[in-house]
């Protein structure tokens, strides 16, 4: 028998969803088992999931220092000047991220927040310098929306979109 409660069908997304927060390289096959579901019923509740845009896409988890980058968070205060429409499409057209790239550096993470600072950015970069060509870029292009920009480096990443740093000595040695 089905199950058809909001509730019910809130809890089997729950369970696919943690299951693939740790692991989305699994298999439908390894999540029904785990779950115990059907194969066919994980498959139409992550297609619902992807449908409703809860799931984003699916990615890896990358030491970026054994890649040869160093993270940065680029925190950044606003003015209270309003935005306009010009500065609204240039953000959602993504173009800082083209600038970033001739820069040689990416972006991890770009989230707008309610606190002390308004916007976070997470990049990675193979020197500071670049990281810091991004927070002039920044400056340059936002001037009179930006109060403050913060450039700061992450030393040791325990865990990244969930999924703990497998080096626990690495770990050891920089807590020592």
């Known amino acids: 028998m089905a199950k058809s409660s909001k509730e019910d069908i809130f809890k089997d997304e729950q369970k696919i969803l943690e299951k ?16 115990g579901f059907s194969r066919q019923k994980v498959w139409r509740i992550i297609k619902q999931l992807e449908k409703n845009r809860i799931i ?10 054994k890649q040869g980058y160093d993270t940065y968070f680029i925190l950044i205060k606003r003015t209270t000047h309003p935005l306009d429409q010009d500065l609204a499409e ?10 970033m790239d001739k820069l040689q550096c990416k972006m991890v993470s770009s989230v707008y927040t309610h606190g002390i600072f308004d916007w976070i950015l997470m990049i990675t970069a193979k020197e500071i310098k670049q990281a810091k060509q991004v927070c002039e870029l920044l400056r340059m292009r936002y001037q009179k929306y930006l ?8 030393l040791f990443p325990v865990k990244i979109q969930g999924i703990l740093n497998p080096d626990k000595d690495s770990l050891k040695g920089f807590l020592a």
Do not use: M, P
């Open 147 to 154: 109060s403050e920009v913060h450039l700061v480096k992450s």
């Open 20 to 35: 693939l927060k740790k692991n989305a390289n699994k298999s439908i096959n390894e999540i029904a088992n785990e779950c």
């Open 90 to 99: 240039k953000i959602i057209s993504r173009k800082l991220e083209e600038q």
């Open 56 to 65: 984003w896409g699916y990615t890896a988890v990358v030491d970026e220092e």
